[in-house]
Each structure stands twice: as structure tokens, then as C-alpha cells.
């Protein structure tokens, strides 16, 4: 595959930087591929959702009460997604920390993944909130709520983006050609990795506190002081899933981007990140026993939602977590993929039990979000793919890097 | 500028006074360190259900008139509308009546958990919302064991509303609109220390009128409302069951190590990069 095909920045040829930017923006591609069909529709759709809710209110489209303040944008949008987005701190900690370069193809996009994700729950947040014009204020220092979680998620959440940011931009700088901004940023790879990590860490874990003081509003198979340590055991293996998911779609996707040389590691890739997800599930299962034995809610396991939890624990988290070290052994890369989906399924039930679900389960009027909220969560799901998409087919994040990056060196 | 002997004597002067009245006036606010949580004892033996507690705190903020009245089997709930409502109950001791409010935690849950400090425990004791640095993130309202913040979901300005003990009251001297208005003197105002002391005077006088019990003594830390009652607070539809530590201590473990981790990892990480480094030599940054 010769670079030259898709690097237009190289040079530019001869453009002005705004010529090749607005050459950039438009579309590639055929338009009405299946996707683009189903997808439109829906973001305009939200888009008219968006401003009825403020213009009338959280109440116009949302099904919230005074009991449940936070569905499913925050259940599913911001405490789901985010683990999902985990894939990005622990493969950087693997590639540049842990140095294993086997998985240095995949860095670049799983960190895009990342980055788009945060971008987009952060933006779903601004949706709920109901006073979103003062959202800077724990930010400009007017109004410190240190003893908050929330005050903390925050800002890890603005401060991570800036990092995964940092850790993306080589590749916004070879497809601008920018080879002295290349060289400057990429220096700062490695401190905003750490950075990172650390960061995720803790908002991960934190995501978790968020609930800690709802002590009494959340059922008690899903509450304990341990939520933070589950959340963040559970983000590493959501977030390898995510990327095992995600790059079985892109590589039929983006097929054509993809060098012969990583489509030959891609399955090694894949049985190397199956064996670590089966390792932290593991723990998690192992977490997660110790914690209900201490919890001693025996009584509680022969009820409704004592059968909906042992669903979770075993359908959801032991059956993947034996798939993926069986196809390990076995090299089964279908069944790896089988695992990667259940593996997201779970965890897509665990945030919903501790957030939805299980939160007031006991209340006379439950909490189900509208066709609404559902809606405008689909869309902003559908844009970030949309945003991925366009990134994709513009920078070297699949591809390889222009030859300039290395011949200059 | 040039400051002669005179002008500089001058000024010393004028400093000299401003600091010795500014000691002098530094007196009076030492009293104010000292200022106690204030609070309310609500007696639910002498309440009679009339509801002038509601009426008097809708005229107080502004806001709507009562719905409905207290009935046995029926839980009215404060709403974003409304700040308190008195309940009835079927208990084993014949009707009996509770109001409800926000409690006004000694340590409360919703101020540890409000990420601009929109959510304000005063000096005072009162716990406020204050509009101009909330962001309408409802986190309040899912830590708070009472469920007392209440949400505007129809309106493109939300508040959020609860009993504020009605501090703009307090700062004027009066006391609060509900308490003042109380016919059968179910409510009283004081400090939350006076408080305890009358709560427990009545219970030591009457002991058979009162199970030995206050509500809001030690639940959930401690709270600027205090319940007395002639059953079982359960009866009265009271939460018997929360925690007597306060709720910002649930998540102070977490909270506490950040600032370990924020340390440590780096270092950490540092290290075990450091540690694998001898095969970084041959493989590119970035390939």
C-alpha cells in the first residue's frame, strides 16, 4: 500500500492549509450506505428533541421524578459509556508502559475511541443538566465543592480529555503535514499517558462513589462500599471488549486502510487481549463473591431481583469469563468476539442495576426512560460514529503513518 | 509621590486608629464563631393536622397554596411547590399528624455531594440552595437520604426547591414562617443544643406521653430537625432505618484516596516503564 495515496497534507499539495481544510470536511464515499439511512433520521429527530427539552424543560421529554433524578442519559450515556471508553487507559498502559509493542497498532484508534467517547458523554451531560449555563463554575473557581465525587469526575473527566487528546494528536499533526508540531507532541506522549492512567483511575472508580451516599435508594445486591473498586476492575475488562468489538467492525469496514502486516496481527491481538480480559474478569467474579458473602443477603437471592443478579453474575460475567479462556486455548477467535459482545452486555446490566434499575427498586412508580431519551442516547451514539468515521477515513489512525514521520528522524 | 514627615506621620496616624478600631470591632464578630446550629423541635403529640404550617411557609416563599388535606393512608409529599406537608397516620395510639420537611442535617448529604456549593449548610444551621452557582445536575437529590430537594422538570430555569428554614427570615431577626404561625405550638425554634435539652425536658416529665426516643438526634449524624412522638417513629412513616453516621462519610474513604493515588501512580508507572525499557531501544515511538 503506498502512503502517498492518502497523505494530501504531505505538502499540501500547493493548497493553502483552508483549501485542504475545506477539501477535508466533505463527505467521502458513497452517501446512502445503510448507516447513513438509518442514522439521519434520527439525529434530526433529536435535534428537534433537544430543543423542546430547553425550551419546556427536563420533564417535556425525560420520564424523571423527584425520586429518580438521573435515567438513563446519565445510567447509560455517561456511567456506561465511560467504561466502555476504559479500553484507552489500560491499552496505553500495556503499549507504553508495560511495553508491549504487539499491541501498538491498535493504540491510535482505540484512543480515538476513547477521546470521542468522553466528548460525547460529556456532551450528553450538558443535556441533563438543568442549568447547564453554570456548568463552568466548578471549573472557574468561584465555587469549589471539593468534598463532592461529582466535583472530582468532572474534573478528571475535562482533564483526561485534554490527555487522550495530547496522546491522539500525532495524528491530527501527519494529517496536517505539521512535522515540527509531530515531533513536539509526540514528546508528550508518555506524560500524558501517565497522566492519564492515573486520571482514569480514579474517575472510573469514582463514577462508582457517585453512589456510594445513595445508600439506602440503591438494592442491596448492588450496593457496597465497594461499588468504586468494582467499577474500576469492571472498566478494564468493558473497555478490552469494547475494543475487541469495535475492531472486528473496523476491520471490515475500514478494510482497505488496513496494512497487510496488522491485518495478520489482528488475531493475535484479539487472543492476547482475551486472555487479560478472562484474567481481570476473574478478579472481578472473585470481588464480587467475597462482597455478597459479606453482605450476607442470602434471603435476598430467592426474589425477583435476586434472580435478575444471579443472571449478571453468571450469565454475564462467569460464562464470558470461561468463553475467553477457553477460545484462548483454543484459538477461537469467533468465540472470543461471542464473549467480547456478552462480556459488554453485563456490563451494560451492572451500570443499569446500580444506576437504574436497582436505584429505588423498591418505588411504587418505577423509573423507564421515554422513546425520547432513548432517541436523543442513540443519536449521540450515532454521532460520535459519525465524527469516528470521518476521522478515520482522514488520518493515519488505522493506517499507516505518512513516510515522513520516518524518515526524519 | 513624595511623602513628607508630616503627610507620613499622617498616615501612620489613620493606620494606627483603623487597626485599633478594627481590633475593637473584631470583638463583636467573636461571638458570631460561636453561633450555634439553630434548628426546630416539632412535638407531633401537640400537632393538630390544621396545616397553617403549610399555608404560612406558601405565603413566607412565594409560593402556591396547600393541596389536599391530611388523611389517614394517604402520604402527601412535598413537591417542587411545595416545601412541607403534614401527614396523618393510623398509628397504635389512635390519628396522629407529622410534617415534613427538609431536616437540616448537621453534616448533610446533599452539601457534600453539590459540586459548586450551591447546596449551603449556614452557620446558621440552615441548609440553602443558592440559584446563581447551581448547574441543575440533581446530584442533591440522589444523595439525600430524605429525598428532600425537589427538581423543576417543567421549566427551562429549573430550581430547586426545599425548606431553607427560611433563612432570609433568620437574617432579619424573625423566626421561621412555620414555626410563628403554629396555633398549638407543635414547633419550636432554638438552637439545636436548647433543643435536645427541652425535647428531653418533655420526655422526662411525660414519659408516658413519649416513646424515649428523638428523631433527628443521631440519624444520619444528626439533623437541625427534631422529632418527638407518642409511637414508634416507623408509624409515622419516618425512615427508622438510616445510619447514624453521617452520609458525607460514605464516600470520605473514596475521597481521601485521591490525593494517595494522584502520588503514586505516577511513580509507579514511571518505574515499571523504567523497568521494561530495554526492549523500548529497538522499536520507534509511534511506528
Same mark, same amino acid.
Given at each position: 500500500m503506498s502512503n502517498t495515496d492518502y497523505t494530501l497534507a504531505k505538502d499540501n499539495d500547493g493548497k493553502s492549509i483552508w483549501q485542504f481544510l475545506a477539501f477535508e470536511l466533505k463527505p467521502r464515499g458513497k452517501f446512502l450506505t445503510p448507516f447513513n439511512i438509518i442514522s439521519i433520521p434520527v439525529m434530526i429527530l433529536s435535534l428537534v428533541l433537544i430543543v423542546i427539552r430547553f425550551w419546556k424543560g427536563l420533564g417535556s421529554i425525560t420520564n424523571l421524578t423527584q425520586e429518580v433524578p438521573w435515567g438513563l442519559w446519565i445510567g447509560f450515556d455517561v456511567v456506561t459509556g465511560v467504561a466502555f471508553a476504559g479500553g484507552a487507559y489500560v491499552l496505553t498502559f500495556m503499549v507504553y508502559i508495560l511495553n508491549m509493542q504487539k499491541y501498538h497498532s491498535i493504540v491510535r484508534i482505540t484512543v480515538l475511541n476513547g477521546f470521542l467517547a468522553y466528548v460525547f458523554y460529556a456532551g450528553a451531560l450538558l443535556l441533563d443538566l438543568g442549568r447547564p449555563w453554570n456548568v463552568v463554575n466548578p471549573i472557574i473557581g468561584n465555587s469549589f465543592g471539593t468534598s463532592s465525587v461529582l466535583f472530582l469526575v468532572a474534573w478528571h473527566f475535562l482533564l483526561y480529555m485534554i490527555a487522550e487528546l495530547i496522546e491522539f494528536s500525532p495524528a491530527v499533526a501527519e494529517w496536517l503535514g505539521a512535522k515540527r508540531a509531530r515531533k513536539i507532541l509526540s514528546g508528550m506522549t508518555i506524560a500524558a499517558v501517565i497522566f492519564g492512567i492515573t486520571l482514569s483511575t480514579l474517575h472510573q472508580s469514582g463514577l462508582g462513589a457517585l453512589y456510594l451516599m445513595a445508600k439506602d435508594k440503591i438494592h442491596p445486591l448492588w450496593y457496597s462500599e465497594f461499588i468504586p473498586v468494582m467499577f474500576f476492575v469492571s472498566s478494564i475488562f468493558a473497555g478490552l471488549s469494547m475494543v475487541i468489538f469495535e475492531g472486528s467492525i473496523s476491520h471490515k469496514v475500514?478494510?482497505?486502510?488496513?496494512s497487510e502486516k496488522n491485518h495478520k496481527a489482528q488475531n493475535g491481538i484479539i487472543i492476547g487481549l482475551s486472555k487479560i480480559c478472562a484474567v481481570a474478569m476473574f478478579a472481578y467474579f472473585f470481588l464480587q463473591v467475597l462482597v455478597f458473602v459479606h453482605g450476607?443477603?442470602?434471603? @435476598? @437471592?430467592?426474589?425477583p431481583m435476586g434472580y435478575w443478579y444471579l443472571l449478571e453474575m453468571f450469565g454475564f460475567v462467569l460464562l464470558p469469563m470461561l468463553l475467553f479462556f477457553y477460545s484462548y486455548r483454543t484459538n477461537n477467535i469467533f468465540m472470543i468476539k461471542v464473549a467480547a459482545i456478552l462480556t459488554m452486555l453485563g456490563v451494560i446490566m451492572n451500570r443499569l442495576n446500580v444506576t437504574v434499575i436497582g436505584f429505588r427498586w423498591d418505588a411504587a412508580v418505577r423509573y423507564v426512560p421515554t422513546w425520547m431519551e432513548l432517541a436523543v442516547t442513540l443519536s449521540v451514539i450515532f454521532t460520535e460514529i459519525w465524527i469516528f468515521r470521518w476521522v478515520i477515513n482522514r488520518m493515519p489512525v488505522l493506517r499507516e503513518s505518512p513516510s515522513w514521520v520516518n524518515d526524519k528522524k | 509621590m513624595s511623602l513628607g514627615r508630616r503627610n507620613f506621620f499622617k498616615v501612620l496616624g489613620v493606620t494606627g486608629v483603623t487597626l485599633a478600631i478594627g481590633k475593637e470591632l473584631r470583638a463583636v464578630p467573636k461571638t458570631e464563631n460561636s453561633i450555634e446550629f439553630s434548628g426546630v423541635l416539632y412535638d407531633s403529640t401537640r400537632c393538630?393536622?390544621?396545616?397553617t404550617c403549610e399555608s404560612s411557609c406558601a405565603e413566607a416563599n412565594g409560593l402556591p397554596d396547600p393541596v389536599g388535606t391530611p388523611e389517614a393512608g394517604v402520604v402527601r409529599k412535598t413537591d417542587e411547590s411545595h416545601r412541607t406537608v403534614v401527614n396523618a397516620f393510623n398509628t397504635s395510639k389512635g390519628e396522629a399528624y407529622l410534617k415534613k420537611q427538609c431536616? /437540616?442535617?448537621?453534616?448533610?448529604a446533599c452539601t457534600a455531594a453539590c459540586l459548586t456549593q450551591a447546596m449551603y449548610k449556614t452557620k446558621e444551621g440552615a441548609v440553602i440552595w443558592r440559584g446563581d452557582k447551581c448547574m441543575g445536575c440533581r446530584y442533591c437529590m440522589v444523595s439525600c437520604p430524605f429525598d428532600i430537594p425537589k427538581f423543576?422538570? /417543567?421549566?427551562?430555569?429549573p430550581k430547586i426547591e426545599k425548606c431553607n428554614m427560611c433563612y432570609g427570615r433568620l437574617k432579619e431577626g424573625k423566626i421561621p414562617a412555620c414555626v410563628e404561625n403554629c396555633p398549638a405550638e407543635a414547633l419550636v425554634f432554638g438552637t439545636r443544643r436548647e433543643l435536645i435539652k427541652e425535647a428531653r425536658k418533655r420526655i422526662n416529665d411525660n414519659p408516658e406521653q413519649y416513646v424515649d426516643n428523638i428523631y433527628g438526634e443521631h440519624e444520619a449524624g444528626g439533623t437541625g430537625f427534631l422529632y418527638l412522638s407518642a409511637v414508634p417513629f416507623n408509624e409515622l412513616g419516618l425512615n427508622t432505618s438510616l445510619q447514624t453516621k453521617s452520609y458525607p462519610e460514605l464516600s470520605k474513604g473514596f475521597l481521601y484516596s485521591v490525593p494517595t493515588v494522584f502520588v503514586l501512580w505516577p511513580a509507579i508507572l514511571l518505574g515499571i516503564r523504567e523497568a521494561t525499557k530495554n526492549k523500548h531501544s529497538n522499536v520507534e515511538e509511534n511506528e
Open positions: 475500514f478494510f482497505k486502510q488496513i450476607k443477603h442470602w434471603d @435476598l @437471592l430467592n426474589t | 393538630v393536622g390544621c396545616q431536616m /437540616h442535617c448537621n453534616e448533610p423543576e422538570y /417543567h421549566s427551562a430555569n
